[in-house]
């Protein structure tokens, strides 16, 4: 199982911007997945998650309404969309799988067995 993120860069406050999660290397509907962040100096942060048979999304509420994921099975990818970033929101974003059906998933990082090796987004002015 293998996951790559993409999209990491540098944001003005107040735009959006988006991040891709390639799968390779298992059947991707069988797996959910989660996005994370890990800000400098802070613990991993769970952004939400997706399920890939129902595409189920759940989010965590500081993120809620502001924050999308959203899956493409055919493309095995998920992508994060992310609004009206600040600059809190600077961190490395990574991206998890669990192999469990794609019928649940959960903002947990300890439900999590694989994982990217994450995407930078900086938020300046």
């Known amino acids: 199982v293998q996951l790559e993120e993409s999209g990491g860069g540098l944001v003005q406050p107040g735009e959006s911007h988006a991040l891709s999660c390639a799968g390779d290397?298992?059947?991707?509907?069988?797996?959910?997945i989660a996005w994370f962040r890990q800000a400098p100096g802070k613990e991993t942060e769970g952004l939400g998650c997706i399920t890939s048979r129902t595409q189920t999304t759940y989010y965590a509420p500081a993120v809620q309404g502001r924050f999308t994921i959203s899956i493409d099975n055919a493309k095995a990818t998920v992508y994060l969309q992310m609004n009206v970033l600040q600059p809190e929101d600077t961190a490395d974003y990574f991206c998890?799988?669990?192999?469990?059906?794609?019928?649940?998933?959960?903002?947990?990082?300890?439900?999590?067995?694989?994982w990217g090796l994450g995407t930078r987004v900086t938020v300046s002015s």
């Open positions: 998890a799988a669990v192999g469990n059906n794609g019928n649940w998933c959960s903002y947990g990082a300890d439900d999590y067995d694989y």
């Open positions: 290397g298992f059947i991707f509907h069988d797996y959910s």
